[in-house]
């Protein structure tokens, strides 16, 4: 009689296994069909797919610290004025200086 009860809890967990396994087939299956779907659209659509992987690439370079061309160009932009502010110091500082002499 024991027997027969764990032959039946055997078969019972036996059952839910492979109900578990047929749910995560169907699952796999449906992600298989929307990846070849959104693969068939990046065939269809080159350009597409050259954006994003364009937009991956540069993601990648800006985590490893690689500035990018807006940022070099902000810079250069902050480079001039600063050289613009040291000028027009040292035209003050001169103007001063010859002050002091006279």
């Known amino acids: 009689m024991a027997a ?3 032959m039946s809890r055997t ?17 796999l299956e449906m992600l298989e069909k ?8 990046f065939v269809k659509n080159p350009a597409n797919a050259k954006q994003l992987t364009n937009e991956k690439f540069l993601g990648g370079l800006k985590k490893i610290g690689v500035a990018s061309e807006r940022d070099i160009q902000a810079l250069r ?13 040292k035209a003050r500082a001169s103007g001063a200086a010859a002050l002091i002499k006279e």
């Open 77 to 89: 932009a902050r480079v001039e004025q600063l050289e613009a502010d040291v000028a027009q110091l």
């Open 34 to 41: 929307e990846t070849l779907a959104k693969a068939k659209g």
């Open 4 to 6: 027969k009860k764990t």
């Open 11 to 27: 078969k019972d967990k036996v059952g839910e296994v492979i109900s578990q396994a047929k749910a995560s087939l169907k699952i």
